[in-house]
């Protein structure tokens, strides 16, 4: 079949890079779809199972850290458009190791940026480059006000650092070499498929095992959630209308304290899991805080809204509930994920919170 465009989409065995695969590869049969993974501990083809068989689907297990592979691939395969969001993406590991950041954030967006640049040389405007950010690069605010596209990047955990530059790189790439670029910055996610290394999955899981549930801090900081589908909706509505060279927010204007959000949780889960009320809140215990704890994320995301007409589709609330359903139903992914390595994250992770 001769394909409209043949998408390179990084990341896809990821949490929201494979609901990006998925919703692209179900709504645009004419679009082959190549996801390009090199299966970290976070990265599961299970996230994939459903579309695994479309036809329009493949997938190349790849580290964009090889740069001579890359190159390769873009020249064989001539790919027509680009969706970036391969990363190591935990603030906790990359307190740990930031170095495996600077590689695969860093260096691994300027791998896939010079392959792009060879390969779409003479012809820019044919193609598109979307990475996809987060509002971390922003740093953090205080009790008021919220990110614009305008507010000054200020990272500062390794993992917002390396996303910063892994922006201004692609911002580079665009005024100097002229590759039509796209960035969007979004706030935290939740829904199915996370690795539960991230708040919620995490405390969903130990909630169902009964396992101490480790509040940073006083569990004061603020993040701001949306629904991982309403990102995957706002890419697509993005890569097909952004102008080249802009810059989007994404989020849903929906800020929780940690501490409001997991009581919320626990209550949920205390009545999905036929438990008496507040048996799951004792499972709370405040440990260390994070190192460099950015205090609240808040995205202002008007741009997204009143220019392309995107809006979050869910209430959190509703989707919360449908994200909780979602990991007691499929206990077999997550029983898989958390088997082997995990063990020994989670104990090197917490043992002297
Ligand atoms: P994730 O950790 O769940 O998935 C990352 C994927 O990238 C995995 O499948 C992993 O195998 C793959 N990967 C890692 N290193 C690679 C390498 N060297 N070569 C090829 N593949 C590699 O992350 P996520 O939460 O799905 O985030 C996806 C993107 O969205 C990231 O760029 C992240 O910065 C951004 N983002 C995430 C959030 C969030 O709340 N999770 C919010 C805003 C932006
Ligand atoms: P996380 O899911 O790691 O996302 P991010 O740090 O990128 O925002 O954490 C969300 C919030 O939850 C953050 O303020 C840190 C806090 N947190 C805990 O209190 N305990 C935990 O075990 C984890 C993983 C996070």
Redesign the pocket.
Known sequence: MNYKKKILVTGGAGFIGSHVVRLFVNKYPDYQIVNLDVLTYAGNLANLKDIEVAPNYRFVKMDIVDAESITNLFQFEKFTDVIHLAAES???RSITNPTEFVMTNVIGTVNLLNAAKLIWKGEMEKHRFYHVSTD?VYGSLGETGLFTEQTAYDPHSPYSASKASSDHFVRAYGDTYGLQTVISNCS?NYGSYQFP???LP?FINNIQNKKAL???GK?E?I?DWLWVEDHARAIDVLFHKAMSGSTYNIGGHNEWT?IALIKLLCKIMDKKLGRSEGESEKLISYVTD?AG?DLRYAIDSTKLQNELGWTPSLQFEEGLEKTVDWYLENKEWLENVTSGDYQKYYEKQYEKR
């Open positions: 935990h603030v906790d971390e935290n290394e991230k708040l995490l480790p509040v940073y569990g900081n993040r940690n994070r704890h």
